[in-house]
């Protein structure tokens, strides 16, 4: 059983940065696919960032050169840093593990059995 709980949420300014981390319970950890999504508003849920067990990464274009993930196996945490952040960053942002093996598609919210609660990312102006 895989529990995540994420933090480093808030309030910012444009052009501002944070870093989410996720913290993960579960022997499944070091072996798991892990996500980062977030879901705005009215909107659906979007894939932000991924890293496979092998430490292969992958953003979304929307975030990318501005977003990475990394994860800390020792630690059992996956982390998201967001640099350079836009109103239209602001989402809640869920952590999720995919621990079925293989998966082509981690881009996929589909593809993850494990989710954390979400914390909440608000840029101002």
């Not at 059983?1 to 501002?16: D, F, I, K, R, Y």
């Not at 496979?52 to 050169?65: F, I, L, P, Q």
């Amino acid at each position: 059983q895989v529990q995540l709980v994420e933090s480093g949420g808030g309030l910012v300014q444009a052009g501002a940065s944070l870093k989410l981390s996720c913290a993960a319970s579960g022997r499944t950890f070091s072996s798991a696919a892990m996500g980062w999504f977030r879901q705005a508003p009215g909107k659906e849920r979007e894939f932000v960032a991924a890293i496979r067990s092998n430490g292969n990464t992958y953003v979304a274009d929307s975030v990318k050169g501005r977003f990475a993930i990394s994860r800390d196996n020792a630690k059992n945490t996956v982390n998201l840093q967001m640099n350079s952040l836009k109103p239209e960053d602001t989402a809640v942002y869920y952590c999720a593990a995919s621990t079925t093996g293989w998966v082509p598609s981690v881009w996929s919210a589909r593809v993850y059995d494990y989710w954390g609660q979400g914390t909440q990312v608000t840029v101002s102006s």
